[in-house]
């Protein structure tokens, strides 16, 4: 499987490198292209001048500037000068994003021809949404998409979403500091463990509550352990299960991951999910002072301003810390998240002692076309345009765009090395950990993805963030969570939530 | 005086309002008799079931509204005592008169959802100036993330944001106050703290509930403070009605219930701003 | 004795300037800060602390195709939507809040008092709810993302301030003005047009200035009900706030979006200091 990608890998930078070669009209037209010229294809710059939307307006809701929005707006400019079709765009901070488009879903509007978000609102508005027509998920450009960010962004076999960009969430760390013999030395010393990429939350909770607290780097600021995503928001979830999956996803129990399938029993407060959140806990002690506070946005001003060892959530904090006039530029180094010395094994009510390590396919941004829009074709005919090869590679090379690697082509160290300056070791541990979460493991968990699904992480929010506060204990936080979960399933009827969490169920189960 | 014109001064304000408002009105109280949801979104009757989720498996709510009782009344109170004596300060004679009556006007002329922003960088805890300053002391106090100064926090940026409410509505009040009194009490030969105490406090009293009462509507509905400074975090510990209706309405899109608990709140608060008006009056205006 | 409370007096009066200024000043300096200026620590003064650059002013004027936010127009429709409803709030709550002052009204249990209340209940309400059923209404009038739709909405919730302010502001006038008028022979129309009126207007300065600063600051409505055609200040400032939060950009917005008001805030001072607000509020 590896192998395979690798060869079209090569097959596809070949062609894109040749590419640079030649400056062609287009990139003379868009300089935001310019690197790669037109990449033929569906798609393409060639191809859309020939398209006349003349006379036609569309509109697009789309994330904050600059993280996918300054991108979709740039292509909607592309688009425009191409197609002749006038393009709007809206710009919305994410937490509103669902709301601001399941509104008008509701109230039977159709304000937007084309509306970005998350892949796992997926159940709530696939019901409002225009399925991927045929031509364009056959098309080479779908081709290149990892099977993963074809799974998330389908529903039961038929896509739902338009890939665009892609998202998981995986180890940074300080690779100045890791690497360093004296630190080393010195780690070694006085706890008697090697000081390197922690395997297990454990190793990285040693690690962090080691470097936490003095100034390791010698700027004269203070440096801390981690900087995690702990502020009671529409994020918080997520940063939860990166840090559960390891203890309570065994490979060997298929049936369900959040909730038993058969029973729809939440499993949320099994002993795999204490552990993890009594690590969490754990981990209030070793990140900067109001860290249980930091959402996102704080994460990368915490990890990508150089002040904390680890961070874990999406890309945004490593690429921050990569730009060009990063003080910490090239000293920091990426890796799979850290897994766990034993798991929970739920048949037979007993921890595994094995180690084990699970990718959480993290949902992150795509984009869809509204069904009750009357501009389908133009519609996708901008996705389509918005992540064509040559704009594709273009955008994930800025990255305050926010655009990440979701092609097989992406997973190339050199694209890296050449247009963005890191150094070959990062870029190509960048390349590889990405890769293997893609293609990798057949352990995967995927996002909850059922009607609803905001009351279900609102409510472990809720209930984490009560622990990571202090006012619960882990286990009576789950237990809280589990409690509501039950309500939430009674609320909206068992059968409807299973039939849906059965979807992303067979995906877990590889079947 | 004519039975029409009365109706004719009356009625354009009224009718607008009514007119705007009876079917966002009436389609809240339907709502909250429904189901709507994320998932199923529609009209359909389930008679009080929200209301019985409400009063009897909601702790959470009922938890908001003692918080929000605590911090509007704190909030209002401060703003009230501080904007009085700044009012008072700003009265009279003092230099630069002009300068500090607009510069104190200024906070309340700013977007609560912006400046929020700016003072969630103010307190952040590593890279904010608060704390840089503290840390002078080998302090690090956590504004943001414990549970007891979060709610501190909150009331510092509100009573920043509305003070300069009071502050406007005392101040005009001040200016527009008879002279006699006052010339009668300095006859009486009446220090400055006996002025206030016999003469400008009862003056002002009216005033001083008028603007009591719509800061505590408008504190109520504290928000975008909580929502930008800590998202109701950590845990449950600043988490106001108003941002848990928004939660349950805007994010997990309960609509149905959301509109429940909106009309409850609606009741609970018109009926306590009663008994606060009766009570404020009762206590200022003694006579 | 004297000098003791003056000093007081300064000492507080200083003190509280500072406190209204800093975090002002905390974002003029933040608004010429970049990424690397922000993580690494608090900082203040430009060229000493850290090295300026105008980015996050230049975000204010550029284009989202190239990473800004472009506020004029914005800033233009704010206006216009701020003054329009504030106007129209004005006029009728002047009216309403004139009718509630003068005469009695008597309708089962329902007195002056309960009306001019209900008027101001119409602030109580969390606004979230009403998202959806103002969505659907203007939908079904065809007047989402319109100027006239925002200002509908806007009168609805500047109405109950203005009212409010005007009946407090009418019960100070005495009476005795109207009658005057009326014995002169004017009607009731001419009385309040020629005599109440222009006796009113420091009133309605003051409610003006609220109904102003309440609809300037709005984001929630404008948020929900327009898309592109119409976006207000305060939506279009937000947009800046991606998963990077600028720090920077978004105090030059603060600062940019205060500054027309302060203006207001000169205007108002002067109709304070005049003198002429005397019985503006009792």
């Given at each position: 499987m590896n192998k395979t990608i690798r060869i079209s890998t090569m097959v596809v930078t070949a062609s894109l490198l040749a590419a640079t070669a030649q400056a062609d009209k287009w990139s003379d037209q868009f300089p935001h292209i310019k690197n790669t010229g037109d990449v033929a294809g569906e798609c393409s710059y060639e191809s859309m001048s020939k398209k006349d939307y003349s006379g036609q307006k569309l509109t697009i809701n789309t994330h904050a500037v600059p993280v996918i929005g300054e991108p979709t707006a740039l292509h909607a400019q592309q688009f425009s000068k191409l197609t002749g079709a006038e393009v709007n765009v809206i710009h919305t901070p994410a937490g509103d994003l669902y709301s601001k488009a399941m509104i008008p879903f509701q109230a039977g509007q159709a304000p937007y021809d084309i509306v970005f978000g998350f892949s796992n609102f997926i159940r709530d508005w696939k019901q409002y949404l225009q399925p991927v027509p045929a031509k364009y998920v056959n098309m080479p450009q779908m081709q290149d998409v990892t099977q993963s960010h074809i799974d998330v962004n389908s529903w039961d076999g038929e896509m739902i979403q338009f890939p665009i960009d892609g998202d998981r969430h995986y180890l940074k760390y300080r690779k100045d500091v890791i690497d360093n013999p004296e630190y080393q030395a010195k780690y070694k010393a006085e706890t008697g463990n090697e000081l390197r990429i922690p395997r297990t939350w454990k190793e990285y909770a040693e690690m962090a509550t080691f470097f936490n607290g003095w100034d390791w780097d010698n700027d004269g600021e203070l440096e801390y352990g981690s900087a995690e995503v702990m502020k009671k928001d529409d994020l918080m979830f997520a940063a939860f299960f990166s840090r559960s999956v390891a203890y309570a996803k065994n490979p060997r129990v298929p049936g369900g991951y959040f909730f038993d399938l058969e029973t729809m029993e939440p499993l949320i407060n099994g002993p795999g999910f204490v552990e993890a959140l009594t690590d969490w806990v754990e981990a209030t002690k070793y990140v900067p002072p109001g860290g249980i506070n930091f959402g996102l946005g704080d994460e990368i001003n915490s990890f990508g301003g150089g002040q904390t060892l680890f961070s874990f959530s999406w890309d945004d904090a490593f690429v921050a810390a990569m730009q060009d006039d990063s003080p910490i530029k090239n000293k920091v180094g990426v890796a799979p998240l850290p897994g766990s010395d034993r798991v929970w094994n739920r048949s037979n009510k007993s921890w595994d002692m094995e180690y084990n390590q699970a990718p959480y396919i993290v949902w992150g941004w795509t984009a869809a076309v509204a069904k009750a829009s009357k501009k389908h074709d133009m519609a996708f005919d901008y996705l389509c345009f918005f992540a064509n090869d040559a704009n594709h590679q273009a955008d994930i090379a800025i990255g305050r765009f926010g655009v990440n690697p979701f092609k097989k082509s992406d997973f190339d160290a050199d694209i890296y090395i050449e247009r963005q300056g890191w150094d070959p070791i990062i870029a190509n541990q960048y390349a590889d950990t990405l890769m293997e979460m893609e293609e990798g493991s057949t352990n995967r968990v995927f996002p909850l993805r059922v009607p609803g699904v905001f009351q279900f992480n609102s409510a472990i929010a809720t209930g984490t963030s009560k622990a990571l506060a202090g006012q619960l204990s882990p286990q009576e936080a789950l237990d809280e969570v589990a409690a509501e979960w039950k309500k939430i399933v009674k609320r909206i009827g068992a059968d409807t939530v299973r039939e849906a969490y059965s979807v992303g169920v067979a995906l877990e189960d590889n079947l | 005086m004519n039975f029409k014109h009365k109706y004719m001064f009356l009625l354009p304000g009224l009718l607008v309002l009514l007119g705007i408002l009876i079917f966002p009105i009436g389609f809240t109280v339907r709502l909250s008799l429904s189901s709507w949801d994320s998932f199923f979104p529609g009209l359909d009757f389930i008679g009080l079931e929200n209301y019985v989720r409400l009063f009897t498996d909601d702790a959470r709510f009922w938890e908001s509204f003692q918080r929000l009782s605590f911090l509007s009344i704190t909030t209002v109170f401060l703003q009230y005592i501080l904007g009085f004596s700044l009012a008072l300060m700003v009265w009279k004679d003092i230099v630069f008169q002009r300068f500090f009556r607009v510069l104190f006007l200024i906070p309340m002329m700013t977007t609560p959802v912006i400046m929020t922003v700016i003072w969630k960088t103010v307190f952040h805890e590593s890279l904010g100036p608060v704390n840089d300053f503290f840390s002078l002391f080998g302090m690090t106090p956590l504004w943001l993330s414990s549970e007891g100064l979060s709610k501190v926090t909150v009331i510092i940026v509100e009573v920043w944001q509305w003070t300069p409410f009071m502050f406007l509505l005392l101040l005009a009040g001040l200016l527009s106050l008879p002279k006699e009194p006052f010339l009668a009490a300095s006859i009486d030969g009446a220090g400055p703290i006996r002025k206030f105490v016999y003469v400008t406090f009862p003056l002002m009293a009216p005033i001083s509930i008028g603007a009591i009462i719509i800061r505590l509507i408008e504190a109520s509905k504290i928000m975008d403070t909580v929502y930008v400074l800590t998202s109701g975090g950590p845990g449950t510990s600043s988490e106001t009605s108003s941002f848990y209706i928004f939660i349950k309405g805007l994010r997990e899109f309960q609509f149905g219930y959301s509109a429940a608990l909106s009309l409850t709140y609606l009741i609970i608060m018109i009926i306590s701003l009663t008994v606060i008006a009766k009570m404020l009056v009762k206590l200022m205006i003694r006579s | 004795m004297r000098t003791f409370y003056v000093t007081l007096k300064y000492i507080a009066v200083t003190l509280w300037s500072m406190f209204v200024i800093a975090p002002f000043l905390w974002a003029l300096s933040t608004s010429f800060k970049d990424f690397n200026s922000v993580t690494s620590g608090a900082t203040y003064i430009p060229w000493v602390d850290f090295e300026p650059t105008l980015e996050g002013w230049r975000v204010l004027l550029r284009s989202p195709a190239q990473g800004g936010v472009n506020i004029v127009e914005p800033y233009l429709n704010s206006i216009f939507v701020t003054c329009f409803a504030s106007l129209i709030s004005i006029a009728l709550g002047t009216l309403a809040a004139y009718a509630l002052s003068r005469f009695t009204f008597k309708a089962g249990f329902i007195r002056n008092d309960d009306i001019t209340f209900f008027f101001i209940s119409q602030r109580i309400m969390p606004p979230v709810v009403l998202a959806i059923p103002f969505f659907i209404m203007l939908g079904k009038l065809g007047l989402l993302d319109t100027l006239f739709g925002l200002v509908m909405v806007y009168v609805v919730l500047l109405m109950p301030i203005a009212v409010w302010i005007m009946v407090d502001f009418f019960n100070k006038v005495p009476i005795e003005i109207d009658e005057t008028a009326l014995i002169d022979g004017c009607n009731p129309y001419q009385a309040f047009y020629k005599v109440v009126l222009p006796n009113s207007i420091p009133g309605m300065v003051v409610a003006g200035l609220f109904c102003m600063i309440f609809g300037w600051t709005d984001f929630f409505f404008a948020f929900i009900l327009t898309f592109t055609e119409v976006q207000l200040l305060p939506v279009a400032i937000v947009s800046?706030?991606?998963?990077?939060?600028p720090w920077w950009s978004l105090s030059a917005a603060a600062l940019v979006s205060v500054a027309p008001l302060i203006v207001v805030a000169f205007i108002v001072e002067r109709y304070l200091s005049k003198g002429n607000l005397s019985g503006a509020l009792k």
């Open positions: - | - | 800046l706030n991606s998963s990077i939060t």
